[in-house]
C-alpha cells in the first residue's frame, strides 16, 4: 500500500434529457448522442491528464453532470479500465456514479454495477409529489422509490438527496419527511437548503415575487433540526450537508473539501492538478473541437498563487466537521501560521463560540455552520 496521497477522477457527462427550472445546463439538452465519438473523446482526455499527473492510485472515480446514469455502459466501464491502467487503483477504490430516480435509469443499475460502479448517488430531493413537480422533477415519489430499492439492490453502497428549506414548508413537515428518508436504510444523506441560481427560472419568479423562500432565520431552525435528527440516527453531518454512517462519508467529496489533487475530465470539468488550475471547455461542442485541435478539452490550465490555494483549502476544509490543519494551510500559502487567518477575529469568532481552535486545527461549531460564509469571510477577509 502505497503512502501517497490518492488521486481522484471527476467524470463529467454534459447531457440532460429534460431541462429543469433550477440550474443554468439547460442548453445541454439532447436527444441523441453519438455514444462511439464521445467514448473515444473521454478516454483521449482522460490520457491526457494521465500524462502529466503524478503516479498516485486512485482513491475515487466520480460519474456526474447531466444524467450520467444514460452513460452506457460499456462507456463507463472503458473509463473503469482506462483510468486503473493509468494509475492503478487504491485497494478499496469507491467509484461513485449519480443517477437520476426514474424508471429507464434504474433499469441500466445492474449492468453499471458490472461495468465497477459500487456506489450511485440518487436524485430523489423530495418525498412529496407535489413538492418534485415544484421543482420540475421528471418522476414521483413512487418512481423514485422504486428506484432507491433497485439501488440498493444492485451497489454496495447508496446514497440520496433531499432539498429542504422550501416555500410553505414548516419544520415538523421537514422532520417528518427526514425521518422517513432515513428510515430507508441508506449509508449517506445529502440534505441541501434551497437555493436560487441567477438566471434560472426560479430567479425570475423570486425577483417577480410568485416564489417566497424562507427567512434567514427560519433556514437556521431547520438547519438545526436537521442535524438533530440526523445525529440521532447515526447519520452525523460530516460536512455542512452531508451525513453519513461513520466510514460511510463520500471519499470522492472528501478530496475536494480535503483541497488534495484531482483530476476532471468532460465538458465543463474543473480539475486540481500540482498547484494548477484545470478548467474544461464548458459547451460540449467546444470541448469536443478542442479535442480534436488539441488533443485535450481544456480551456485553460492557470497556475494557483500561493494566496490562492490557501484561499480555496479554507473554503474547502471549514465546510467538514473535522476543520483545517493551519500549519498545511500555511504550507500551501508558503504563509507563517500565524498569518493564515486574522487573529483578532479569530479569538472574537471563539468568544461567540462559532469556531472552536485545538492545536493547529480550527474547525466551525454546530453554531457556526449555518452562518460558515459569514464566518469564513471574517477569518480570511
Avoid at 11 to 32: A, G, I, L, M, Q
Avoid at 244 to 264: I, K, M, P, Q
Avoid at 359 to 381: F, H, Q, S
Wanted: charged share 20%; aromatic share 8%; hydrophobic share 45%.
Amino acid at each position: 500500500m502505497t503512502d501517497v496521497t490518492p488521486l481522484a477522477l471527476y467524470v463529467h457527462w454534459p447531457f440532460c434529457v429534460s431541462k429543469c427550472p433550477y440550474c443554468d445546463f439547460n442548453s445541454h439538452v439532447r436527444e441523441t448522442v453519438d455514444q462511439d465519438a464521445w467514448r473515444a473523446a473521454l478516454l483521449a482526455d482522460l490520457a491526457y491528464e494521465a500524462a502529466l499527473t503524478q503516479a498516485a492510485p486512485l482513491g475515487s472515480i466520480f460519474f456526474g453532470g447531466g444524467t450520467p446514469s444514460l452513460m452506457p455502459p460499456e462507456t463507463v466501464g472503458a473509463i473503469i479500465t482506462a483510468a486503473e491502467q493509468a494509475w492503478g487503483f487504491a485497494p478499496d477504490i469507491e467509484i461513485t456514479l449519480e443517477a437520476n430516480p426514474s424508471s429507464v435509469e434504474a433499469a441500466r443499475f445492474a449492468d453499471l454495477a458490472a461495468a465497477g460502479v459500487n456506489r450511485v448517488s440518487l436524485g430523489l430531493q423530495a418525498l412529496d409529489d407535489a413538492t418534485l413537480k415544484f421543482l420540475g422533477r421528471a418522476h414521483g415519489v413512487s418512481e423514485g422509490l422504486a428506484a432507491l430499492d433497485t439501488a440498493q439492490a444492485n451497489f454496495a453502497r447508496v446514497s440520496f438527496d433531499l432539498i429542504y428549506a422550501r416555500p410553505d414548508q414548516t419544520i415538523a413537515a421537514w422532520e417528518a419527511e427526514l425521518a422517513r428518508a432515513i428510515g430507508f436504510g441508506t449509508e449517506h444523506l445529502s440534505l441541501y437548503q434551497l437555493t436560487i441560481e441567477p438566471g434560472t427560472r426560479f430567479a425570475t419568479d423570486a425577483a417577480a415575487g410568485r416564489l417566497v423562500i424562507p427567512e434567514a432565520d427560519f433556514g437556521a431552525d431547520l438547519f438545526e433540526a436537521t442535524r438533530a435528527l440526523t445525529s440521532a440516527a447515526g447519520l452525523p453531518a460530516y460536512e455542512i450537508s452531508n451525513h453519513a454512517r461513520s466510514g460511510a462519508e463520500s471519499r470522492h467529496n472528501l478530496t475536494y473539501w480535503r483541497y488534495t489533487d484531482y483530476v476532471g475530465i468532460g465538458p465543463g470539468a474543473h480539475g486540481r492538478r500540482g498547484g494548477v488550475a484545470t478548467v474544461r471547455h464548458k459547451k460540449p461542442e467546444n470541448w469536443m473541437n478542442a479535442l480534436t485541435r488539441n488533443g485535450h478539452g481544456a480551456e485553460s490550465e492557470a497556475p494557483l498563487a500561493p494566496e490562492m490555494r490557501l484561499t480555496e483549502a479554507m473554503l474547502m476544509g471549514l465546510r467538514l466537521r473535522e476543520g483545517v490543519d493551519l500549519v498545511r494551510i500555511a504550507a500551501l500559502g508558503q504563509s507563517a501560521i500565524d498569518d493564515v487567518v486574522d487573529q483578532r477575529a479569530a479569538r472574537l469568532l471563539e468568544a461567540e463560540g462559532l469556531i472552536v481552535r485545538e492545536g493547529t486545527r480550527l474547525r466551525a461549531t454546530d453554531a457556526g455552520m449555518p452562518v460558515l460564509n459569514a464566518v469564513i469571510a471574517t477569518l480570511i477577509g
